[in-house]
Structures are given as C-alpha cells and as structure tokens.
C-alpha cells in the first residue's frame, strides 16, 4: 500500500507475487484440488442448477426483506437469552467486544474462525487492549503464529506449504521437534490449543447463517474449534455482519448443502453447531451469556444500490476464487485485503470506497468462471464491469463510496481519440496510413504498449488492412 | 441522537425493496429413499470419513459397549446418568473389568480438569440421523450436556436404526424445529477433521479423534 495515497496497487503486488514460485506451486496445488473436489459434489448440472436457483431465491428473499428479518432476529435471539448489539463500524464493533470482556474480567480468549473478525482486526485490537486473542482453526492458528493474514477466506494458511508449517512449528512452539508429518503438526496444535480451551475467559466466533424464525446462530465446522470456542469458555460473543440472516429455519438445509459442497467439497461438514441461547435451565455447560454483535461495515450502503446490492448475497463458500485465474496466480495476499479473489473485487472496493480500491475491479480478465460456481448466482462480472465504469465516470445516482476517483485523464484523452478516428472515415484512414508507416518503429517500446508487450507478445500488424482488401473485391466504402 | 441499530435499519429501511421470487424446495424435498436404503446410505457416508460402526442387538447393546471400552483400553468414561441409555450402560457396567462411568451430573466449573484431562471417551444417545450426508442429530440437555460429545478423544453414540431420516430439510420440518430449539443442537457427521495443511486430511483436531457408532 503506498503511503501518500493509501490506495494499494494491485498490478504491482501481483507482480510480485508472480516472481514467488513455491507461492505460486502452493495455489496451484491447493486450487486444482478444491476444483476437483467441488466439481465431484455436482455431478449432474440438472440438480446443480435447482439447487443453486434455489439457494439464490433464499438469499435474495433474506434481501428483500432484510431490515424486517434483522429485527426479528433480534426479537428472537433476546426472548432466547442471546444479548444483541449493533455496530456501525469495526471500530464500533471492537469496542463493543472490549467492553463485554472488560465487564467479565475476561483476559483470555479462544476465536473461532471469522472473517467479520478479519474485517475488525479484532486481534490487533485486543492485544493492544491488553487481552491474549488466539484463533484456534489450525489454519488461522498457523498464520497468526507467523504474524500472517489470511490468504484463502475458507483455507486461510492455504499459501504455505508443510515444509514451511514445519520450520513455523519448531521454532515458535515450546517442545515442538521439526517435522513434516500432517498428522504429528496436527496433533502439536491440538495439545497446545486443548490447554488454551480450557483457559480461556471467552470465546469469539462467527456466524455462517442466523435464523430470524427461531434465533438460531448456525456455525459450520469440520475441526471442533468452533465448539469449543462457543460451548467450554463462560461467554460466546459471536460476530456477523447484517446481511448473515435467513428468514426462516428451513432456508438453512439448501443454503448449507451448497456451503459445504462449494466450499470444500464435502457433503456436509463434520459439524453444525445450532447455537439459539445460553446455557438453559439446569443444563451443566455451555456459556452462561451469548452475545451476538451485528456489523454493519459499509453493507447498508451496498444494500442501496440495486446494482450492486447482489454482492450481500455472498454465503463466502471461497469457490469462486478456487476457480479465479487470478486468483490461482496471484494468491490472496496480492489483494491487499480481507477478502481476496472475486468476491473480494467487488466487495473491497465498496466497502472502503472505488477512490482507495480502483485497482481490484480489474483484477480480472471477466473469464466468468467465478459466476459459472457461484451457488448463489451472483453476477460478479458484471459488478465488475459496473465498478470499472463507476470508478473512472461516476454517475450521478451511483451510491458506492469513492465513485469516479479512479478517473485517469491521459486513459480518456486517449479514448476519445480512438472514438473520434472511428467516428470519422477521414481520420480512420489517417491512423491507418499512420500505423502502416510508424507501425514497425513501435515494437512495442513505448508507453503504454510498453506495459502492455511485457507478458504478451505484440500483435503482428496484416500487411494490408480490411479496408484495401474490401475495395479491391469491390465491395464500395461506406 | 439515534443509536446505531436506528442508524442502520433506517439506511436499509430508505431502500425501496428489492424483488424476489418464491423458493422452490423440490429439488430438496423430492430425495428419499426406502428404511434399507437409508441406512445404507448413512454407513457409507460415515464410514467415507471414519466414522466406526458397532452393530449390536437392541436387549444388549449396553454390552456391547461395555466390551468394545474394554477392548479399547478405555479407563474413564463420560455420561450421563439420568438418561435411559446411561441407566443401562451403568447397569452394564457394574460388573468386574468395567471402564469407570464419569457421571456428568455437575456443572462443567466441577469437573472441567476430569473431562479434559483424565476422561478417556464420551458416551451420548442420538436424537435421530439423516441418510442424505450420514449425520447424526445430537440434543444436548441437562441430562446430557454439551461437552460429552465433544471434549474426550472418543465419542461413543447411540443410534437406533429406526430414527434415521432423509434429509435435513425433512427432520425439521417433521420435528417442528421451526417452533423452537434448546439452546444447543449439533449435527455431527464424523470425528473431527482438518485439511489446512496442504489440503492434506487430518483426523482428530480439536473434537474427539474417533467417533463410534453403535447401531441398534
Ligand atoms: S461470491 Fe459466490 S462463489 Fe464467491 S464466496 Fe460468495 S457465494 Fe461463494
């Protein structure tokens, strides 16, 4: 991110990350096994294509309805027990947590994997505040022990490799040997985070789905963190952001078959965690108060505009960037942000605004391939394109944040001249003559073809143009 | 000065609604499949990610149980004693060369050092299962908490073949899930697992390493 404007560049990140070959072996590998696991779990594109019209049907309903469906849940979940707080912003949503911690005395904490919590900083922001944030799914465990973000929203340490886990483990673990061994890198983190369970003051998570119907915070999960985090701890503080609800409980059974079978490929995980209060009556565990923190972070103002608002459908399953060129290539990293690949280029730069983002919406070559997997079928491309144009002509009832700040003069000078010479036969015939002569010279040495001849070969110029050849067929000039 | 839920529902409540159309839950609800087929189907779903069957007879599958602990090696086990099948697992359990029952008849706050460091499997009934993913439906209570399904190394559970369903979508709709839940239901389709590391499957993270199923 350079420092003056605080906007990121992605061509130059993704530059980089290009030059990193165990990086790029890493997505690789770990991209053509997620495809292949994916692609088994829809065999036949009949049932893809209902299951997937009717997972789209469900999350659009949740829009549609979406500030009654949040005010259900909140009736809900506080008639079940569960404590429900508001939060505009992260900073908003910190603090909130913060405050039940420093209520509770509580210094110690165990975190489920959340991206809502990725979106806060929520660890930087607690250890600053004096109380010990562990995440324990051994991916984001592996990358806060390296002091990483994560790279994949599903598979957060997907961009390193056993060897690499090894040399992490041995070093910042206490008695641990190095070794390459899955299953013994496995068992090292679970004797370490066992003890942290069993410590911990708190436990923070996310939520995959909230049920309006019954206040019922659905978790899925296949490691066990997750319940650990919400059931040994004596308070559960659980984050989502606004759009997380669904109306009603059977809306969950699509919606997860699709999660599990997109995400991972997996029937279904090993665990769903249906949380819908705190430890009841005469029960003999569980937290005794849940808290659910409802983050609103940008959304309310992607809900506003119809566009755009299908990105708020997201049930962050990760497929389409297992499926994203770009993606595979890059990593996650390259990003610059929580959430990477193409939910990532349409998210981020609404959220933060087109002025600081510009850059992610090209972060694309438009394959399609991420609207072809998405199973809540929502046009990411053309939200891409949307944003594309927005960020360079804002116009005027466009809502995004930062909408027209990535206008580049010289790109519209340059624009409206290729208008103008096809616009006007005269000038047509002037560039044509003009390439013909000074074509050769170029060889893809100057500005902007410059750029543009680094990681493609030059287009060869035919000897003589469509036009020479049409009139000499005959055929007579417009 | 409205407060932020105001500030938040305002902006989503300015918005004309957007469109929908009606979900059409055919292509879920049109999966099912004959009581032999169900079960079939469970087996080879679990068993796909290491889920170990106990086929035992329904007059003495406590037994059963008491057997395969020993056979295991299992020292100390979880469960609770007010159920049905816990009464009959103790009974089973009196004789000589048993495992010891933990009762889990106290809050967590007294036994939390016993069930994380000193119990050696878990043991808890099934509410009911689903063919379709090859799930069971487990219903914590007072008289079986949380924890027993998911802190010991072993999970040992109750099914009885006559309670498997088809999918999910048709145990809550049949059970009426929709009226209300307890303050915790947990599907569980396997031990636990992890493929964080180079995508390589690793059983036995954070929850229990093995999960036996006793089929009655
Ligand atoms: S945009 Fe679609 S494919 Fe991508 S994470 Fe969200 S739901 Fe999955």
Redesign the pocket.
Known sequence: MSAETGSTDFHASSSKALLDPSLRANFRRAMDGLMAKRAAQFPDPVEWDALRTLAASIRARTLAKLPALLEALEARCTANGIRVHWAETVDDANEIVLGILRARGAARLVKGKSMVSEEMHLNDFLEKNGVESLESDLGEYIIQLDGETPSH?IMPAIHKSRQQIARLFGEKIRGAEYTEDVDALTATARRVLRRKFFEAEAGVSGVNIAVAETGTLVLVENEGNGRMSTHVPPVHIALMGIEKVVEKLEDVAPILTVLTR?ATGQPVSTYLNLISGPRGPGEKDGPGEVHLVILDNGRSRIFADQEVAATL?????????NYCPVYTRVGGHAYEAVYP???GSILTPQTEGLAKRHDLPHASSLCHA?VE????K?P?TQILVTLRKESAHASPEFLVKGAGGGRDRLEDLAWWGWRMAHVSPLLYKAMSLGLRVFGPLLKGGAGPLKAWTQARTMPRRAPRTLHDLASEKGLPDA | MPDARERILGRLRAVKPHAFTPSDFSIVETKTWSPAARLERLRTAMAAVRTEFLDAAAHDWPETVRAFLVAQGARNVAYGPATEAGRLLAAACTRAGAPALVPYDRPIEDLKATLFDDVDAGFTAVRCAIADTGTLVLWPSPEEPRLLSLVPPLHVALLSAATIRDTLLSVLRDEGWAKGLPPNVVLVSGPSKTADIEQTLAYGVHGPKRLVVVLV
Do not use: E, K, N
Request: glycine content about 10%; proline content about 10%; hydrophobic content about 45%.
């Open positions: 929203i997109s459908r997201c049930i962050r399953c990760g497929a389409c960037m690949g193409p939910i991420c997997v998405c199973p809540v929502i990411i």
